[in-house]
Every structure is written in C-alpha cells, then in structure tokens.
C-alpha cells in the first residue's frame, strides 16, 4: 500500500505528511473516520481541545490495533489555556487516552493578550517531562514566530497554517523554511473547493491523470512540500484524499497552481483573532 512519506522535524522526530482532520466531527462521527482512515493507511490525526472530540478520538485509538509508535497525534493548546498549559495537556491526554501526544500546537497566538510567549515557556517544559514529543503552532505570523524564539531560544518544529490555492502565504512559508520550520496546511481544500475545483488548470490536471480535482489541490501540498490535513468524516471522500501517491505533478503544473493565489483568506486573521 502506498502511503505518506515522513518529513523530518527539527527536534529529530517526523511526521506523516499526509493526515486526517477532525474538525466539526462530533465523538460519535470521528470514532468511524478514524477507524476507516486507519484501514485506508492514515497514520497521522489531527484534533484540537476546542474541536470538542478528543475522547472519540481516544476512543478509537484505544480500539485499534496499529501500534502506538507507528500513530502520530497532534492536539492543540486553546486560548484560553494560555496560561495553564500543563493542565490543559493533562486533560488532553485524559480524554485522548493516551501518555504522550506526539505533536502540541499552541492554537492561535492571540496577540492582544500578550500571554503566548509564556504559554510557550509552558509547553517547552512539557516537552522536557515527556509528556508531548514535539510542540509547534498554528496562526503564527513572522513576528509573532521571531518573539517566541528570540525570548526563548526555542523554535517551533511546525507552523500549521491557512494555506489552500487561493491563499498560499508564500512569504510565511519561506520564512518557516528560512528558520527550520515545517509548515503544515489546514483548510488546504478552500473549504470544499470553494473558487478553487472550477479553476481551468485543476479540471485540466484532473482530466489528464484521471483524478478528481481534490486530489489534484492535495497533490499539489505534497509537491509544494506540505504537511496536509484534510477534514472528511465520509469513507469514500477519505479513501480518495489519501489515494493520491500514485502520481505527482510536474514543476511546472505545481507553478501554475501556485498563480492561482488571490491572498483569499477564508479563516480569521492571526492579528485579530481572540474568542477565547
């Protein structure tokens, strides 16, 4: 069976570069996808705290029987967790049912409070204890990524953010790559393909290697070097998210892609973002 390869992170671990998203699944959904995407080949699961289905995704790991070294799971810190990280991960790992959890995202930086930097001297030390393998974040802007190294010395290992064609972040991303950080899309299908499946060049490449415009805008994360997280909780729409390393673009397909950009963002912006 094909399946993702590893990209390497910069504390020495590696995650799978392909993965499935749970957001908006209830308990009840995610325990059924993630039991089909196990058997499809996924590897790499993708939750939140605020996603409010942690213990259906414990629930499911718990019934597999994948070994836990061969699982990578990623849940994050919500905001108004900021200053208590600690019990924030223990409850996490509780409902997850799980000692460790291989990759923990602060969520968003919520500049306005001024709490992220002591939210990641918070998650450095749960690093150091053992009880996350890797810790990174999400919605992170250039200054907000500089302050948290520079006052800390510590550089996230990812930075999971907005990227499908209409909004790619280029300047982001080569900053990420500048500094050794892996960047991670989330929404990476526009939300259902919105302005993005009806483009000529997805229905021409999606024509010309017999797949579905889907698969060519995830392919094209993968070609671009991306971590992806697709969101599906329907087992034919899972199956053909992960079957698509049969095929690669081209550079010059993946660079036609990328003219599609408009900066279109379709989730909150970092700057502004509080609902804690």
């Known amino acids: 069976m094909d399946k993702p390869k590893l990209i390497k992170l910069s504390d020495g671990n590696a995650i799978p570069q392909l993965g499935l998203g749970v957001w908006q699944a209830d308990n009840h959904q995610v ?13 790499l699961f993708d939750t939140a705290a605020i996603y409010h289905n942690e213990e259906g995704v414990g629930k499911a ?8 070294d061969e699982l990578f799971i990623t849940t994050k810190l919500w ?4 200053t208590h990280a600690r019990g924030a991960v223990l409850e996490s790992l509780q409902r997850l049912k799980l000692d460790y959890i291989d990759l923990y995202l602060m969520h968003w930086p919520v500049p306005s409070r001024e709490l992220y930097i002591e939210a990641w001297k918070q998650m ?5 204890e053992g009880l996350v ?21 510590v550089t996230p290992v990812i930075n999971q953010i907005e990227i499908h064609p209409l909004m790619q972040q280029a300047p982001l991303r080569a900053w990420n790559t500048t500094h050794n950080i892996v960047t991670e899309s989330w929404s990476p ?4 393909g919105k302005g993005v499946f009806n483009q000529q060049i997805i229905q021409r490449l999606a024509e010309k290697y017999h797949k579905t415009p889907a698969q ?5 994360h993968l070609d671009s070097g991306l971590v992806v997280i697709p969101k599906s909780v329907t087992p034919s729409r899972i199956e053909e998210n992960f079957h698509i390393f049969d095929f690669k673009l081209e550079k010059e397909e993946v660079a036609e892609i990328t003219m599609l950009d408009q900066k279109k963002r379709l989730g909150p912006d970092p700057d502004i973002f509080v609902d804690i």
């Open 124 to 128: 450095i030390i749960l690093q150091k």
């Open 61 to 68: 790991l718990k019934q597999t029987t994948v070994p836990r």
């Open 133 to 153: 393998k890797s810790i990174g974040v999400c919605n992170f802007k250039e200054e907000h990524l500089e302050r948290i190294i520079t006052e800390t010395g």
């Open 216 to 220: 060519i805008v995830l392919r094209w």
């Open 189 to 192: 299908l526009a939300q259902g």
């Open 31 to 43: 325990v059924n996808a993630i039991h089909h995407a196990l058997d499809t080949g996924y590897r």
């Open 79 to 82: 905001n108004n967790d900021q």
